[in-house]
């Protein structure tokens, strides 16, 4: 018999067809190029961009790494050489403005000269202790001087604190000391007129502070009733080394206190002993006078604070006074420009005083993941807000620090390091009134 083949059990072997590798690394190749075409124009775009929050956040970031000499690179290595020159340009143009910018303490016409007086009326007698208005009852002078010196506080929230807080109310209003400023503690129910809450309240040394919060950082403002108590004291070693705030205000019988002036720190080694610029301690000068577009805050024998020039001469009446830049309001006006945000975010220290004469000292913190700093026009607007009349930044960074009533209240930038700030040439120090009287 003839082999007869079944082809139809033969399996059937099917062709497929194979791209050529050379179509798939094309089109990689074609999407690798879209990628880096796109990338390089948002690049473009970002940085020569008219918009306005784009062109803000760049000239925040330039000046961010330019203000510092070891971070200069993140702005000079990724951005165009121009882009980082015209915002440079920005900043020098914003310190030739700021000469001429002087304090005359000649106010708006519009600014009360006070804050408008509290209402403590109640509408029936109190049955219980835990009725708020009990605690106006109580001493009705009292609580109207309290709200009348602390202007700033909202008087219901004040008021519920006291419900659940009756303790505070064991010496009467003016002897409240509320104390929840420490950096483990959470604060109080206290608010301000303006939103904020309320860490301190020391009745008797005449202080309060509250935590000044925004998206991108947070700090203290503390205000001190008394001007006259106020000054700038030397670090035990001036001329050599200095010290921490906190150790400058306890040598000198200090509730409170900032940091003052800035100091040689060459990489960031310096140890706080030789000053920049001029200053003066309770009439003692020192130092020669900052460059043309620094400023010099000075308190004069009047008790009031000053905003002048740096390099001219000391006002004769002047008692205390500190050299940096910029000032940031005189005679109740901002003079900072808000495009150019004064070297980006970084932590800040101010020295200020409100349109009655208060004393307001404000730290912010930074270069931290809960807060990573705040423009100097951001300090202006803080400011106002608690009806600042002149106001100048000074040295922040690592130097930006508060002390109150035994420790540091502000949490240093660098704070494993260096906890209570880094050491400085002197610091604002507002005396206790018990160290005012010996």
């Not at 121009?82 to 002087?102: R, T």
């Amino acid at each position: 018999m003839p082999n007869i083949t079944l082809l139809g059990n033969r399996s059937k072997k099917r062709t497929r067809v194979k791209k050529k590798p050379s179509h798939r690394l094309r089109k990689v190749i074609v999407t690798l190029l879209c990628l880096v075409l796109l990338g390089e124009g948002l690049y473009f775009w970002l940085c020569y961009t008219e918009n306005s929050f784009v062109s803000k956040w760049r000239n925040i970031y330039i000046q961010t790494a330019m203000s510092t000499l070891s971070h200069q690179w993140l702005a000079t290595a990724l951005l165009p050489e121009d882009v980082v020159a015209e915002s440079v340009a920005l900043m020098k143009q914003a310190m030739e403005d700021q000469i001429g910018q002087n304090s005359s303490w000649d106010l708006p016409d519009q600014t009360p000269d006070k804050p408008a007086e509290p209402d403590l009326s109640v509408d029936e007698p109190p049955v219980e202790e835990d009725n708020r208005s009990y605690w106006i009852k109580l001493d009705p002078d009292g609580a109207q001087a309290f709200f009348e010196r602390f202007w700033e506080i909202d008087q219901e929230s004040m008021l519920a604190y006291l419900d659940t807080h009756p303790e505070a109310m064991d010496n009467g209003w003016e002897n409240i000391n509320i104390d929840e400023a420490g950096l483990d503690q959470d604060g109080t129910s206290i608010i301000t007129l303006n939103g904020d809450q309320v860490l301190a309240i020391n009745a008797y040394e005449e202080i309060l502070l509250i935590r000044i919060t925004g998206s991108t950082y947070r700090g203290i403002l503390a205000v001190a009733k008394d001007p006259a108590r106020l000054g700038l004291r030397w670090s035990a070693g001036i001329g050599s080394y200095g010290q921490t705030c906190k150790v400058i205000c306890e040598r000198n019988d200090a509730i409170l206190g900032v940091c003052g002036s800035g100091f040689v720190d060459p990489d960031g080694r310096g140890n706080g002993g030789t000053l920049i610029g001029y200053a003066m301690c309770d009439g003692e000068g020192m130092g020669r006078h900052a460059l043309p577009g620094y400023k010099r805050m000075e308190l004069r024998s009047d008790d009031r604070m000053y905003v002048v020039d740096a390099p001219t001469d000391p006002h004769p009446d002047t008692t205390d006074a500190v050299e940096f830049y910029p000032a940031l309001i005189v005679d109740s006006r901002i003079v900072v420009d808000e495009t150019c945000d004064w070297n980006g975010m970084h932590p800040r220290a101010v020295i200020a005083q409100s349109e009655l004469g208060e004393v307001q000292l404000l730290v912010i913190e930074g270069r931290q993941i809960q807060s990573a700093g705040v423009s100097v026009h951001e300090c202006a607007d803080i400011l106002s807000r608690y009806r600042c009349a002149q106001a100048m930044n000074m040295d922040g960074g690592t130097s930006a620090m508060m002390y109150y009533n035994g420790r540091s209240i502000i949490s240093c930038s660098n704070p494993d390091v260096r906890p209570d700030g880094r050491f400085l040439p002197n610091a604002w120090c507002y005396f206790t009134k018990d160290a005012e009287q010996e």
